[in-house]
């Protein structure tokens, strides 16, 4: 005599979609949003080759930012996820764009009055 009971396979498939299945994309989205990576990554690398000026860094920036943000909502299913997930993953993102300004702006507002740096110069 045995008390184990067996499940169908219907069962079990419906079993399994509550546990995860339910969330996501189709794999046609997945492509589409691959595709637009693609394209967000081409003007990026077009930076590289056309002078755009003054707006280059911050161009490159935005781009890094819906990057980022595109990666983490549909590969990394955040947009599907509870929303205490996505504070956590915005402060780490204003956290590394305040470092990274921190250290942009010490090359430029952080150095020596006098001009001088570690090379040997009898000027200074």
């Given amino acids: 005599m045995s008390t184990a009971t067996e499940t169908t396979p219907e069962e079990v498939h419906d079993a399994h979609d509550d546990h995860g299945h339910g969330h996501g994309l189709s ?3 997945y492509i589409k949003v691959a595709l637009l990576l ?4 081409a003007a990026e690398v077009m930076t590289y080759f056309v002078d755009v ?7 490159l920036l935005i781009l890094m930012v819906v990057k980022f943000w595109i990666v983490v909502a549909y ?3 955040l947009r599907f996820d509870n929303k205490l997930f996505t504070w956590l993953f915005v402060g780490g993102l204003v956290l590394a764009i305040a470092v990274y300004a921190a250290f942009a702006t010490s090359m430029v507002f952080w150095t020596d009055p006098a001009g001088c740096d570690l090379s040997p110069n009898p000027s200074c």
């Fill in 53 to 59: 000026g003054p707006v280059e860094v911050p161009g």
């Fill in 27 to 29: 794999d046609f989205g």
């Fill in 38 to 41: 693609a394209v967000l990554t």
């Fill in 75 to 77: 590969f990394m299913h």
